[in-house]
């Protein structure tokens, strides 16, 4: 059935409201739950070690299709179920777990007079995170999930580029790589102008302008812990947010089609890649250098190669000047 559902279950964070509590217990329960196992495989069942049977029997609703996933027809099962899109919910409900268990601990620390201690805490979802990625990235591997999820791409693509504390980055990557199994086997020509359509492209683009500090951020995220600027690119969001959108640029173009890539270029992509690329650590700029690669390689399918041409230069100019800064 559905993931929004399932038996509650005690113990997850007692920290936590019941919705959240029962979020985690289907995904198989908070990082505070786990540390005592010692395991770090997303396939381990998150009870205390135990006997084989008592373990089998509490098994998370997510382990038991992760264990289950090379089952005949498992994809099919999942789908006719709608599994795909309720993981999606899944992943951005831990979103907004990781925003108001951040912002919890913001206020307890006012309240009691800590609130020069601006570091971050500990985050609760990394594990259940892990788990979601992992079986999406898992139905993504075949296309006939692409079409089941049309309706929900604005949600899932939006995640890779959004505002997070320090102890929410996990659920940007964990995104990102939905994301990119997504692109590289449910994508089709429909698709592509489904996402050009709703300029989703444009969209993505902005919200890592504003990640990269280039725009202004809104006065509602400005007043929270969310990473913005310089923190965001040290703790790895700008390279998540785009190698997010190129990959999916680049992989739109084996579609004949190369709508996603003019709106990657009219919503400014190149320039804010190149900003990237000039003011990052050097840790992440090899990293977003192939990221020059494969828009590079997808210009194949543009019709101006005037344009082509003068992109790439653009690139290496920045690129080479960032080598320089290193």
Request: hydrophobic share 40%.
């Amino acid at each position: 059935g559905g993931s929004s559902g399932g038996s509650g279950g005690g113990g997850a964070s007692g920290d936590l409201g019941e919705w959240k509590a029962r979020l985690l217990n289907l995904l198989g329960g908070s990082d505070s739950e786990n540390e005592g196992s010692g395991m770090d495989d997303v396939t381990n069942i998150t009870a205390p070690p135990s006997t084989s049977s008592q373990d089998q029997q509490q098994q998370s609703d997510i382990d038991i299709l992760l264990t289950n996933s090379t089952c005949e027809r498992f994809v099919l099962r999942c789908v006719e179920n709608e599994l795909p899109p309720n993981l999606i919910h899944c992943l951005r409900l831990l979103r907004v777990l990781e925003l108001q268990h951040d912002h919890t601990i913001a206020t307890k620390r006012l309240r009691e007079g800590d609130a020069a201690d601006t570091s971050p805490g500990r985050p609760v979802s990394t594990r259940a995170a892990k788990k979601v990625s992992r079986l999406l990235c898992l139905l993504c591997s075949d296309s006939s999930v692409g079409e089941q999820l049309r309706p929900h791409l604005f949600g899932l693509l939006a995640l890779s580029g959004a505002s997070y504390p320090k102890s929410g980055v996990h659920i940007a990557s964990a995104a990102s790589d939905v994301i990119l199994a997504f692109s590289a086997s449910c994508l089709s020509a429909s698709l592509v102008w489904f996402l050009h359509d709703r300029k989703m492209i444009v969209h993505m683009t902005d919200d890592i302008k504003e990640l990269c500090a280039m725009t202004a951020v809104s006065a509602s995220a400005s007043n929270n812990r969310c990473l913005y600027g310089k923190d965001a690119e040290e703790a790895g969001l700008w390279v998540v947010a785009l190698r997010t959108v190129v990959h999916l640029v680049a992989n739109s173009c084996h579609y004949q089609c190369v709508e996603l890539l003019k709106d990657y270029d009219s919503a400014g992509g190149y320039h804010v890649l190149a900003y990237a690329i000039a003011n990052s650590g050097t840790n992440h700029v090899p990293r977003l250098l192939e990221l020059v690669t494969a828009l590079v390689c997808c210009k194949i399918g543009v019709e101006s190669p005037a344009k082509a041409l003068e992109v790439e230069d653009m690139m290496h100019v920045e690129s080479t000047e960032s080598t320089d800064l290193a």
